[in-house]
């Protein structure tokens, strides 16, 4: 199993341009995530899907939109993007046990928005 | 609301010498709680959970619910430890069960 994939794993926008960060996963997990990683603010939730065709924000979801193509795939995307939105963004996805509460990271992609 | 702290941006001990990662939490309910740590550039990847009270890497932590607190714990630092390391707490936010992450401590083991 590949777990958790990302693409891109860098990228380097202009303010103002679009982009769709993907993310999937080959586990069968229902949950998956969008984290942003900032120095001294550890990682923030930006949306997160319960399940296929179901998406909700998170703590900081201004600037972004998600879409949840299927089970396997969990994609970002910025639509203009700004220099605040520059970051390392990780996608998760979740077990699914009553008793535990374990999510899977995905190797990160780096955003520069200059 | 839950909230995670850990005071401690920045940690350096020398190899050898006991290291501990502080974290607090407050959560209302019965929480579950996680150390994530991340080596240079890797992912992040679960190190240890309190309801399964192991020991990984020869790290331990203990939930102390009176503290509420779940340090994170190793006798014997080794330099391959070096790492940012996140506590994480697993309570309901809305609707939905979430991991909140505190902001990390960076360890740093001199040789």
């Known amino acids: 199993n590949a777990g958790v994939t990302q693409t891109p794993k860098f990228q380097v926008l202009k303010t103002g341009q679009s982009m769709t960060l993907q993310c999937a996963q080959d586990?069968?997990?229902?949950?998956m995530y969008w984290y942003r990683q900032d120095p001294g603010m550890g990682l923030r939730l930006i949306y997160y899907s319960a399940s296929e065709g179901t998406t909700d924000k998170g703590e900081v979801p201004n600037g972004y939109n998600v879409s949840r193509l299927n089970k396997r795939e969990f994609s970002l995307r910025l639509e203009s993007a700004a220099p605040s939105q520059t970051s390392v963004y990780f996608c998760?996805?979740?077990?699914?046990?009553?008793?535990?509460?374990?999510?899977?990271f995905g190797p990160g992609t780096r955003l520069t928005v200059t | 609301a839950q909230r995670v702290t850990q005071p401690e941006k920045l940690l350096s001990v020398f190899k050898g010498a006991p290291v501990e990662l502080k974290c607090n939490y407050s959560?209302?309910?019965?929480?579950?709680l996680f150390w994530y740590v991340q080596y240079s550039r890797q992912r992040l990847q679960l190190l240890l959970r309190?309801?399964s009270r192991e020991s990984i890497k020869g790290f331990t932590a203990d939930l102390n619910k009176g503290e509420t607190s779940f340090h994170l714990k190793k006798p014997f630092a080794q330099e391959e430890d070096s790492a940012m390391y996140y506590c994480?707490?697993?309570?309901?936010?809305?609707?939905?069960?979430?991991?909140?992450f505190g902001s990390g401590t960076q360890l740093t083991v001199l040789p």
């Open positions: 998760a996805s979740r077990v699914d046990r009553m008793s535990s509460y374990e999510q899977y």
């Open positions: 309190h309801i």
């Open positions: 994480a707490l697993s309570g309901l936010s809305g609707s939905a069960r979430q991991l909140t």
């Open positions: 586990m069968n997990h229902n949950s």
């Open positions: 959560y209302s309910g019965s929480p579950e």
